[in-house]
């Protein structure tokens, strides 16, 4: 749903780097790659972290990469990219929820400091707890891209935000598990994700 959402702003998809904030959200992005690659190609496309350097340098899909934290000496953690560079792209960062915003301005901050030209942050739960709101307002991100999975109230919006409905979503859900049809299959449809705000 997000995927189509992003594909939907026109942007080059070429010039895309899908960014995994931490090892947990890759299962995340590949999935994400691999609809907008398959949107591309016209037919479904099973991506994996052997191909995408080869999709991405033909110029026929995003790149994606994944950020790597340890900790070195200590306490100090530092952030390692693994895959395609983001330097001069359009970095989209894909996570789950945002809770204290954490993650995705780590993230952020690191698409940042490599050279990333653009970043769009895109997350299905949006919790913003303790200081979210204010932290995602100093950070990095040019575009926040959330669902409407939790209400947000008017004064945590954000001029660079963008909540997207999920009514169309669960209602083709709720339709198929009411005619026993397969919920994964709508996985497949292309949907026009609503703007709310």
């Known amino acids: 749903y997000l995927a189509d959402y992003i594909m939907s702003l026109g942007l080059p998809m070429d010039q895309m780097v899908v960014v995994a904030p931490d090892e947990g959200a890759v299962k995340r992005i590949l ?50 990219f693994i895959g395609s560079s983001v330097e001069g792209k359009l970095a989209v960062l894909i996570d789950d929820m945002i809770t204290t915003g ?10 940042h400091e ?10 299905t739960h949006a919790l913003l707890c ?12 040019d575009h926040l891209i959330l669902c409407d999975t939790v209400p947000v109230a008017k004064e945590k919006r954000l ?18 598990i009411h005619r026993n049809d397969s919920v994964s299959e709508m996985f497949k449809l292309q949907m026009e994700p609503q703007l709310i705000w």
């Open 159 to 176: 001029p660079n935000m963008q909540m997207l409905s999920l009514a169309s979503l669960l209602g083709e859900a709720i339709k198929r």
């Open 102 to 111: 954490g993650s995705i301005i780590g993230a952020a901050n690191a698409a």
């Open 31 to 80: 999935p994400f790659v691999a609809r907008v690659a398959g949107r591309l190609s016209g037919e479904p496309v099973a991506y994996t972290l052997m191909t995408q350097s080869d999709s991405q340098s033909k110029g026929n899909g995003p790149g994606f990469a994944i950020i790597d934290k340890r900790r070195s000496g200590g306490s100090t953690r530092q952030a390692h």
């Open 130 to 141: 303790d200081k979210a709101v204010e932290r995602l307002a100093a950070s990095p991100i």
């Open 114 to 123: 490599r050279g990333a030209r653009q970043i769009y942050a895109a997350c």
